[in-house]
């Protein structure tokens, strides 16, 4: 942690440091607002060549749009440090942020974009293979694996949809798994994916490449690229002292952070964006959504500043 950077108090505290986070935090400095960005330095996307699907930016490395992004806040005035916040609570009609190292900081507002990690399957091989020739988003990494002999491996309620969409990227497309329905079995069979109803053990790999999907009987099915889709679960566990809790999307996919189209969540002050509230919000729409959220911090602070500056002119 870069201690000597940091003020005792900031307009506003962000506390992730991705795209949704730089975004809203380039918002507020370029209103001349004091803002602090801590980031603890592990990405959803670190796995992954490159970004897509981000017009001007494709194929990017995520690292490279970081670090870029950091250059552009601290240009504009902005701290961003690295860190790991560990609670952070009301104090008057501000907050405090402490981090692990011990520091602590007041915010006026919080902006809260921590992301999500990805849960997966517990079958040897995935973790490894993760955000390459493993993947999930077929906006994301489907033209990559276009044409090649894909494994869908079901997980959830989405595993038929998320099948049909690298469908539509392939012709050689294999569900693993049981259709929850027969509807799900009749969409399958009349796109031409092969159903494979059979535990999944494990994955096979050479060269550095996923070439197989093997069954619990030990049979092989020859495959080049997977897709399964994880349980998302948001980066929050230090949001307990202000009451904030995650609670499970309507999608079955995983938890999210309830906030509105602005990023204002239940508590006076907090505001979220990115992942955090929109489990598949791509790099784009997370810096949309943090840029959003970066000019409504800035409008409410101009807003108490106004109602304070009215009742002191009356006082006089």
Known sequence: ?????IRNEYDAVVIGGGAAGLSG????ARSRRSVLVIDAGAPRNAPADGIHGLLGREGMPPGELLERG??????????VVSGEVTTVGREGDGFVVTLADGASVRARRLLLTTGLVDE??????????????????????????????????????MSVHQAMLFRQLSSDVTFFGTPATA????????????????TVAGVEIADD???GVRLADGTVVPRSALTVGSRMTVRAKFLAGLGLQPIEHPSG????LPADATGRTEV?????????????????AAAAAGAMAGAQINADLVAQETREAVAARRER
């Open 1 to 5: 942690m870069v201690t000597e950077e």
């Open 25 to 28: 935090a380039l918002m507020l």
């Open 70 to 79: 950091r250059g552009e806040v601290r240009g504009y005035g902005g701290h």
């Open 120 to 157: 997966l399957p517990d079958i040897p091989g995935l973790r490894e293979r993760w955000g390459r020739d493993l993947v999930h988003c077929p906006y994301c990494h489907g033209w990559e694996i276009r044409d090649e002999a894909i494994g869908v491996l079901a997980t959830g309620p």
């Open 183 to 198: 509807e799900q079995a009749e969409e399958l069979a009349a796109r031409g994916i092969e159903v494979v109803e059979a």
């Open 209 to 211: 490449r996923i070439v």
């Open 253 to 256: 996919m995983g938890d999210y």
């Open 268 to 284: 006076p002050g907090v505001w979220a964006a990115g992942n955090l509230t929109d489990l598949s919000a791509q790099v784009g």
